[in-house]
């Protein structure tokens, strides 16, 4: 097991929470503990509540980070099937996501989103799975942030950032088609690497993705001082949603190591395929 308890600043307390009667040795308990982080934003759809298949999900409760994400549309409960084994919020291609209050990430350079999604989306419509805006007027590419995309024209999953100070954002994005398929994402982003090829690190299904490299260094730089988790959407615009089923989205101030970022996504895979 690739744990390294060394860099982490969180209790046992953040990652272990009697309240979900999580057995000690089990995945979503190793899952807690890889991504331990005072700061670590968690959002799991199992925790929306005891809701109706397809009915509209309001306010969702973040696991850590003491967050509560407020809807905006129709988000809807979609009950575990063959395609996600446990529960999800679907989001609508037009008008549904969710969003929460800011963070306050400005003093770090590094950082780590991992999500659990599937969608439909039909190119050429961008589709926000997950991320963490700057400014919620506009998308992490143009103001700031940290996101899981799934890009417009080719359908391809896509993991930027835009840290504040940089001179334009910073994307990896890999070579396979996305939609129709359910997928585990998992993204690195250290704006301080030694190598701009490091400045991205994407894992998509527990495999390292090898994609194309765009845009400007960060150079260091630290995350912007507000940064909103949104659900569902890339921005405001009506064409950015998901068009799909978002099952948990981790996010946190700290860079997984390759082997942890492997074993956070065959974690994730395991426990999305637990009815």
Known sequence: MFVDFGTT???YETFVDESHDFDLTGPESVLRALTADDLAID???QDVGQLADGATVGDWVARRGGLTASATGSPTYTAPDSDLGVPSVAYASTGDRHVASAVDWSTYNVATLLT??????TAPLNGGIA???ANLTAYPAT???VEHLLGGSSLYWTALHYPDGAGSYWLERDQIADDGATHVNVSVHDTAAASTAD????YQDGVEIVGSTTGSSGNGKSWHSTLYPVLG??????VEGLDGRLARFVALPRALSADNAVQASNLLTRLAKAV
């Open 116 to 121: 659990v999604w599937r969608t439909d989306l």
């Open 9 to 11: 600043r969180a209790t």
């Open 143 to 145: 103001n700031g942030g």
């Open 43 to 45: 959002f799991a759809a």
């Open 233 to 238: 959407a890339r921005g405001p615009n009506a």
């Open 131 to 133: 991320s963490l805006h």
């Open 199 to 202: 400045e991205i690190r994407g």
